[in-house]
């Protein structure tokens, strides 16, 4: 509290000079400079705090100010000292951001890298492997969700055990088939549709920001690859039907519908799967959802 009192009392005090002497550009960026910038790579987030709530508007350099608090987060954030950079970010974003709301974009892209880090950890939770902020930021967003089922693929049925076994898979697949055949007839039906396998995975593509249409589907299809890899047959297929059915339309891409369909020819082909009522659900969706593409071409 005492440093806060001389701090300001010093600001105080050369404001009155500058009044006198003339000096007012001069002066901000000259108390940006010995104060402001100093505290700041000091860590002294919650002291800055306090003197410039305590000061008049525009004692510092807004741009200044602007241009170190992103250096010196960019540079923490990106470095790898682990939580500790964390820690100065989050007091940055609640001390400082409320005094410098042109800093809102840069706290909200860093939040994202962080959002992102955290999430993947927790779905990887493997060995001492962990991702950083940075690593999300040199990673494109693909990539990074391409590594996480690279060093993980359980991470496909993580949080959804019940496509885990063969059997449990092939129940599931039944219930969804019955309740979409209910539907397309018109019938009442249990609205609950069992959960999708690689939630987790896709809460991550959230985070990213893969939500365009093309995105999504090579999320979904990456999944579904990483799936029927790992010998998760039921929970491939299930990803496939969803393709179809949610994915694909008239206006999707010729490119992303031959993915698809490549994933579909992958699975409804193995021979290790013995599902063949799912199977032979793939293969009618498939030849139905084509066939309304070719039907309305020429109408």
């Given at each position: 509290?005492?440093c806060v009192?001389i701090?300001?009392?010093l600001?105080s005090?050369?404001?009155?000079l500058a009044s006198i002497?003339?000096?007012?550009d001069k002066?901000?960026?000259?108390?940006?400079?010995?104060i402001?910038?100093?505290?700041?790579?000091?860590e002294k987030i919650e002291?800055l705090s306090?003197?410039?709530s305590?000061?008049?508007?525009?004692?510092?350099?807004?741009l200044l100010?602007?241009?170190?608090?992103?250096?010196?987060l960019e540079d923490?954030?990106?470095?790898p000292?682990?939580s500790?950079?964390v820690?100065?970010?989050?007091k940055?974003?609640d001390?400082?951001g409320?005094?410098?709301?042109?800093?809102?974009?840069?706290f909200?892209?860093?939040?994202?890298?962080?959002?992102?880090?955290n999430?993947?950890?927790?779905?990887?939770?493997?060995?001492d492997f962990?991702?950083?902020p940075?690593?999300?930021?040199?990673r494109?967003?693909i990539?990074?969700?391409e590594?996480?089922l690279e060093?993980?693929p359980q991470?496909?049925v993580?949080g959804?055990d019940e496509?885990?076994d063969a059997?449990?898979?092939a129940v599931l697949?039944n219930?969804?088939r019955?309740?979409?055949e209910?539907?397309?007839?018109?019938?009442?039906?249990?609205p609950?549709?069992p959960?999708?396998?690689?939630q987790e995975?896709?809460?991550l593509?959230?985070?990213?920001?893969l939500v365009?249409?093309?995105?999504?589907?090579?999320?979904?299809?990456?999944?579904a690859?990483?799936a029927k890899?790992?010998g998760y047959?039921?929970?491939?297929?299930?990803?496939c039907?969803?393709?179809?059915?949610?994915?694909w339309?008239?206006?999707?891409?010729?490119?992303m519908?031959?993915?698809?369909?490549s994933?579909?020819?992958?699975i409804?082909s193995?021979?290790e799967?013995?599902d063949?009522a799912?199977?032979r659900?793939?293969?009618?969706?498939?030849?139905s959802?084509c066939?309304q593409?070719?039907?309305t071409q020429?109408?």
């Open positions: 509290f005492a009192e701090i300001s009392a600001l005090d050369l404001g009155e002497f003339k000096f007012h002066r901000k960026e000259l108390v940006t400079n010995c402001f910038i100093p505290l700041l790579r000091a002291l306090s003197i410039v305590r000061s008049r508007e525009g004692v510092f350099d807004a100010v602007s241009d170190e608090i992103a250096r010196s923490e954030m990106h470095s000292k682990g500790s950079n820690r100065l970010f989050e940055c974003r001390f400082l409320p005094f410098f709301p042109q800093l809102e974009g840069l909200g892209s860093l939040q994202l890298l962080l959002d992102a880090s999430c993947f950890n927790s779905i990887h939770r493997g060995g962990i991702i950083l940075r690593d999300i930021k040199e494109g967003a990539e990074v969700i590594l996480l060093r993980n991470s496909v993580s959804c496509w885990v059997e449990s898979s697949n219930a969804i019955e309740i979409n209910s539907e397309r007839q018109g019938q009442e039906s249990n609950h549709l959960r999708l396998p690689g995975v896709f809460g593509a959230e985070i990213l920001q365009r249409d093309v995105e999504v589907i090579i999320v979904k299809c990456r999944v690859s990483t890899r790992a047959h039921g929970a491939c297929a299930a990803l039907r969803n393709l179809i059915v949610t994915e339309s008239e206006r999707t891409r010729t490119a519908k031959s993915t698809i369909l994933e579909v020819h992958t409804v193995c021979k799967y013995s063949m799912t199977k659900e793939l293969c009618q969706l498939v030849l959802y066939w593409g070719a039907s020429y109408n």
